[in-house]
């Protein structure tokens, strides 16, 4: 099984709700990751987790929060956000984040601020 | 530094007609070389990959041959099918971090 979910697949916001994006893997890969992609552009990376700890933040506004409560999940919390953030955000998993192991990604969750 | 460069799009072909998609790299030390599709509304899929030099990485009828004297990794089919539009990404990953092209978009006409 090569999959990852997420949920939800749309999301529609105002900029003082809070959210939260749900990710889950069950290959048992100890690194995660969170995307951000607009349309017509590369996925930007946003946070790594490896093996449950937060690695690499890519300066990313506070207004996301990242979580991962175990090796199989990752949540991507949302607050106070701006238009300028609606896009695709896409999670990835892969075995390590210290070899070079091809990622899978899940099919990302809509987001549009309101 | 570590870099990809893709080929511009569009590219728009004819159902059958023979696909390239040039990409090269830049890196330091031995990268692993991927090939993502993504279609519309959807994340990516992984499509192939090759994991050093002369590897051949092969999926669906789609073909890359890493190639360190050239620091190439262009994607090839023989005969595209409406169901190929998507757009594709190059990638590499140093063992430290990925890095995506800027992604070709192919539209395959019947």
């Known amino acids: 099984d090569t999959e990852v979910t997420q949920t939800p697949k749309h999301l529609v916001m105002g900029m003082t709700n809070k959210k939260s994006l749900k990710c889950e893997q069950h290959m048992g890969h100890r690194a995660m990751y969170w995307y951000k992609q607009k349309a017509k552009k590369p996925p930007e990376l946003m946070f790594v987790y490896s093996y449950e700890k937060l690695s690499i933040n890519e300066s990313v506004p506070s207004r996301f929060s990242p979580e991962c409560p175990n090796s199989s999940l990752l949540n991507l919390h949302l607050h106070a956000l701006q238009p300028e953030d609606s896009a695709l955000y896409l999670c990835?998993?892969?075995?390590?984040?210290?070899?070079?192991?091809?990622?899978?990604f899940g099919p990302g969750t809509r987001l549009t601020v309101t | 530094g570590n870099s990809v460069t893709q080929m511009e799009g569009p590219v728009t072909l004819s159902e059958e007609a023979f696909l390239t998609i040039n990409c090269t790299y830049t890196?330091?030390?031995?990268?692993?070389l991927f090939w993502y599709v993504q279609y519309p509304g959807e994340g990516l899929q992984l499509l192939l990959k090759a994991t050093k030099a002369d590897d051949k990485g092969s999926n669906k009828g789609f073909e890359a041959t890493y190639r360190k004297e050239t620091t190439s990794f262009h994607l090839e089919k023989g005969s595209v099918q409406v169901s190929d539009s998507a757009v594709y990404f190059c990638?590499?990953?140093?063992?430290?971090?990925?890095?995506f092209g800027t992604g070709t978009s192919l539209t395959v006409i019947p």
């Open positions: 990638a590499l990953d140093t063992g430290n971090q990925f890095y």
């Open positions: 990835a998993s892969s075995r390590n984040d210290r070899e070079a192991y091809e990622q899978y």
């Open positions: 890196a330091t030390g031995y990268p692993s």
